[in-house]
């Protein structure tokens, strides 16, 4: 008895979803993350509005004074979704436990100088606070915001950045100095040189234009704030004391420079849509530079000394250099 095997091609009608093909037209594929995020954005039949803001709807384009032809050109270069999220920060996950446990095992981390230790705790470890802070900021971009694209996004930003809190905690753990972590909360609610950093975090928890608090945030004081820590004082650190804490903030410093790509491409696509959206986004920009500054100044004398301004004017003129690349005019910048 002999059997003939023949296979036969199905031609699909179409590639891709109704609502990407409405898009991108019929016959063309789709990735998981353009099926998974656009035209998800609920936009009727939400039966009321909410009773703690009559004024808006549930999901309500109104709640920052940017507008766009399409919410879903706020896209992530990544292509960022749940599985990919996970995966990506999977990885890096592994690598961070790796440098934590070799830090550990060799007493890497238990065996640094006193000298960096102190700048550790001074400097680096009150930060953890700051991170929750970007949490909370994140996640109530990822409440308000509008369109998928962006919302899922600044979602996994705020996971993120608790990630990043959890390793400063690690970071003294791995220093075998639990004490130092009451020391950095200390500081963080009373120091004098903290108090004006902890008065903007504040202060932008409460902001009510998602968008506002994306531009200050995640563009500037991020934007300020790593390139100070986690580039210029780890150099410090590394050409006194050794690699060791370039080995334990590795996950800061590749988040941040992915996490870049994601922030420089909403705010250039914003900013490209139409001029008010241009004007407003150089307007928040002036405010949340200024603001920044001032708040980041006493821990740049913390971690520089004398030394602190000529740095701080070098990040500032960089982050100018950014957000002009991405379309927001530097006129007022120093406002």
């Known amino acids: 008895m002999s059997m003939d095997l023949r296979t036969i091609t199905i031609q699909p009608l179409r590639q891709t979803f109704g609502h990407l093909a409405r898009r991108m037209g019929a016959d063309k594929p789709a990735s998981r993350y353009m099926e998974g ?11 009321y509005r909410p009773t703690w803001d009559p004024a808006h709807a549930i999901f309500d384009p109104s709640r920052t004074r940017i507008s766009m032809k399409d919410w879903y050109a706020l896209k992530d270069p990544r292509q960022f979704y749940y599985g990919a999220w996970t995966l990506a920060r999977g990885r890096m996950q592994e690598t961070t436990g790796a440098d934590f446990d070799l830090a550990e095992e060799l007493g890497l981390a238990s065996g640094y100088p006193a000298a960096g230790k102190a700048s550790v705790t001074r400097v680096i470890l009150p930060l953890r606070h700051l991170a929750w802070a970007a949490n909370l900021n994140n996640a109530s971009i990822a409440a308000y915001g509008y369109g998928i694209a962006i919302s899922q996004a600044a979602a996994y930003a705020s996971m993120d950045q ?11 753990l791995a220093m075998d100095d639990v004490e130092a972590l009451a020391e950095a909360k200390q500081a963080w609610l009373a120091a004098p040189e903290w108090q004006g950093l902890r008065h903007y975090a504040e202060d932008m928890m409460v902001m009510q ?6 531009v200050a945030q995640n563009l500037v004081l991020d934007g300020l704030l790593y390139p100070l820590v986690y580039e210029h004082l780890n150099e410090r650190l590394t050409a006194a004391h050794g690699p060791v804490m370039t080995l334990l903030t590795r996950f800061q410093r590749e988040w941040y420079a992915e996490n870049t790509k994601w922030v420089d491409a909403v705010i250039k696509a914003a900013a490209a849509d139409n001029p008010a959206n241009k004007a407003t986004l150089g307007e928040w920009f002036a405010a949340a530079l200024a603001r920044s500054r001032s708040a980041l100044a006493p821990i740049a004398e913390l971690a520089w000394g004398a030394d602190a301004a000529g740095v701080m004017d070098e990040l500032v003129q960089q982050l100018e250099a950014r957000a002009a690349k991405a379309g927001i005019p530097r006129q007022g910048a120093h406002a």
């Open 162 to 172: 608790l990630g990043i809190a959890q390793f400063i905690t690690r970071l003294a």
């Open 37 to 47: 995020t656009m035209d998800l954005q609920p936009v009727e039949n939400f039966h």
């Open 209 to 214: 234009d998602w968008f506002q608090l994306f």
